[in-house]
């Protein structure tokens, strides 16, 4: 359920926003338009009140919070949720993960993440998604923005294009964690009742918006 990558943002939250800011070379091109990807999630977000999955430091909760939203943040890595918390304390963020979570005492419209939804397999994913549609009303939405491919033809380019740049820790990475091609994120959210639309931000990542029928 993602949970066996919590050893791993434990020891990344005192620096993840260094990285998702550039300062990391090997992932500059995964988080190029950074602050665009975070509004763009924002901007297909419906309220009042957000589920927010994978929380880490805070920096889509705050730009949810500012813009009015009710926000019920859930993140595995008590490290990264430290420091959302103090960045973000008008949030309510708890200990969980995409499957297993306390679901809020009131309507949830959204259900928005960032960079995360890879920690889980394709059959988790499957998993997730009919649990998000019994929360969501009709019109409400999921809207996530992670890096995914359109085939494996294209993830496997950029594998060898992270070798070819020595950017090891990279290639590991894709290599390693669970990232879905277009294609099955769509037949899994049409299979639970969701029409969903794809905008591709950079080179890796994507943000899809599904919208409950």
């Known amino acids: 359920m993602g949970r066996e990558f919590v050893d791993l943002f434990d020891g990344w939250a005192k620096s993840y926003d260094k990285t998702v800011s550039g300062e990391?070379?090997?992932y500059r091109e995964v988080f190029e338009n950074y602050d665009h990807i975070l509004d763009s999630v924002v901007e297909h977000t419906v309220g009042p009140n957000?589920?927010?999955?994978?929380?880490g430091t805070g920096n889509l909760t705050r730009k949810l919070i500012n813009k009015g939203y009710n926000v019920f943040g859930v993140e595995p890595s008590m490290e990264m949720l430290k420091i959302g918390q103090l960045k973000v304390p008008e949030a309510?963020?708890?200990d969980g993960d995409f499957i297993h979570f306390k679901?809020?005492?009131t309507p949830i419209q959204s259900i928005v993440s960032s960079y995360a939804f890879h920690h889980l397999t394709d059959e988790e994913k499957d998993e997730a998604i009919k649990q998000y549609r019994d929360l969501l009303p009709k019109g409400g939405v999921i809207v996530?923005?992670?890096t995914s491919f359109e085939d494996q033809k294209a993830k496997r380019k950029m594998i060898e294009t992270a070798i070819a740049s020595y950017h090891h820790n990279l290639a590991d990475d894709l290599?390693?964690?669970?990232?879905?091609e277009i294609s099955t994120l769509q037949s899994i959210c049409e299979k639970h009742g969701f029409e969903v639309k794809f905008e591709q931000k950079n080179k890796?990542?994507?943000?899809m918006t599904a919208k409950r029928k």
């Open 24 to 26: 990391d070379i090997e």
């Open 50 to 55: 957000v589920i927010e999955f994978g929380v």
């Open 92 to 94: 309510k963020i708890q």
């Open 103 to 105: 679901s809020p005492n």
């Open 144 to 146: 996530f923005a992670d």
């Open 175 to 180: 290599t390693q964690e669970y990232y879905s």
């Open 204 to 207: 890796y990542v994507w943000v």
